[in-house]
């Protein structure tokens, strides 16, 4: 070899940029991967409708901070076209776009289909036909296990806990039978099960995370979806806020940094990982009710939240805590950021986003 083409391929190897595709990166989720990776260098294409409200600000802020590196497609995942041409440019994906309510897929169950479980087989499509087939990493949900309603529960204070002492110490694992319960969980269970399959048939590179709550910056929480952020700004914002159950239902939260290192952890070990749906949350050691995160809100601002109470939503469940151990083991990951810490984050993030100063009164560090 020359000394001319070892300069021509080292020329090639720096002008040649891995580039991610991030379907629906302009969400929440979404804008967190893409910092993270124009910040490590890496070449990022969004694709995303902005049907989100005030997503459009997370783009504003990602082209912001990040001048170069950053392409922003401005589509829908039910374009296959446009899809395919995005495809094409990746090295590696991660598929976000979404409806993402249940109650708005109760509403147009056939809105959800075609962008939740069509969307997704658009875009699997598109990565079998493509030249580089690149790697997928999928955003299923918990919904997907159904209302768990065998799992008996008992109330302890503000809180229900199962009976069954191996669900109280680990959460519910991937051995739990799938069970699409709401609209909702039925496009995204159905998104997760061709993933899989595609996997398995088509020999695809994928991993499913199916996700309890993440919560985080550059969260628009509302009624609908991303309760924690939607709890903090109704605090924030001196609005009343309505609790649907009786507020006693237990989730594990997951911090969105811990999230996006699992992200890239799954896509650096695709190798190993591929085929396979992991349990992804804060775990038993993250768990919060709906009545315990209003404690800490009213404790942390100093007001109480005007809340009243509605019927319990279709699939809600009154206990769901990830087993991450699978992905603990398969991973080599922990979540970092604990759930007072997170919170609190997000609570100052929503008021610097929203210019409400933090005064003494509504606010003190030790509070938490
Ligand atoms: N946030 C959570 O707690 C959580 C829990 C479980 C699963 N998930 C899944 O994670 C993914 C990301 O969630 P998020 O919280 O960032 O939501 P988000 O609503 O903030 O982001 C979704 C993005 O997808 C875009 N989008 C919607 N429909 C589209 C379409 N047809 N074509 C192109 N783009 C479209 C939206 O504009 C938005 O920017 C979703 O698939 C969601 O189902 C989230």
């Given amino acids: 070899m020359n000394s001319n083409s070892v300069n021509t391929s080292d020329n090639q190897k720096q002008a040649y940029k891995h580039t991610t595709l991030i379907t629906g990166g302009a969400g929440f989720i979404g804008t967190n991967l893409a910092d993270a990776l124009l910040t490590e260098g890496k070449s990022v294409i969004i694709y995303d409708n902005l049907s989100r409200e005030g997503v459009e600000k997370n783009l504003q802020w990602l082209r912001d901070k ?18 395919r041409a995005a495809v094409e440019a990746a090295d590696a994906v991660y598929h ?62 503000d809180r229900y806990e199962p009976e069954d002492p191996l669900i109280a110490a680990a959460g519910v694992s991937e051995a739990r039978n799938i069970d699409f319960h709401s ?21 695809l590179k994928a991993v499913i995370f199916r996700m309890s709550c993440i919560y985080g ?15 903090l700004i109704s605090a924030l914002e001196g609005k009343p806020l309505t609790i ?47 009545l315990e995160l209003l404690k800490i809100i009213e404790d ?8 009243d109470f509605g ?17 603990h083991h398969e991973g080599n990951w922990t979540p970092e950021v604990n759930a007072n810490q997170g919170i609190r984050n997000l609570y100052e993030w929503l008021a610097e ?16």
Wanted: charged share 25%; glycine share 8%.
């Fill in 311 to 327: 019927d319990w939503r279709p699939g809600d469940q009154k206990y769901y805590v990830s087993d991450i151990q699978k992905f």
């Fill in 300 to 307: 942390m601002h100093g007001d109480a939240i005007d809340v």
């Fill in 96 to 157: 976000f776009a979404a409806q993402v309510a249940v109650t708005t897929s109760c509403n147009d169950p056939l809105m959800d289909f075609e962008v939740n479980a069509r969307g997704t087989i658009n875009l699997l499509e598109a990565i079998r036909h493509s030249e580089k087939q690149p790697p997928l990493v999928f955003t299923s949900t918990n919904k997907v296990y159904g209302g768990l309603e065998d799992l008996k529960v008992i109330l302890k204070g």
């Fill in 217 to 231: 910056p550059h969260q628009f929480g509302t009624e609908d979806q991303g309760w924690i952020a939607h709890f």
């Fill in 353 to 368: 986003f929203r210019n409400i100063p933090l005064t003494k009164k509504t606010y003190s560090r030790e509070s938490i």
């Fill in 244 to 290: 649907y159950g009786d507020g006693k239902q237990v989730r594990d939260i997951l911090y969105v940094q811990d999230l996006v290192r699992a992200m890239k952890i799954a896509q650096q070990n695709m190798a190993s990982l591929t085929g396979k749906a992991f349990n992804i949350g804060g775990g038993v050691e993250n768990t919060i009710s709906l």
């Fill in 183 to 203: 609209p909702y969980g039925c496009s995204k269970g159905a998104a997760d099960s061709y993933i899989l399959d595609y996997a398995r048939t088509f020999g």
């Fill in 66 to 83: 990040h001048t170069a590196n950053l392409r922003i497609e401005i589509a829908d995942v039910r374009d296959e076209k446009a899809l």
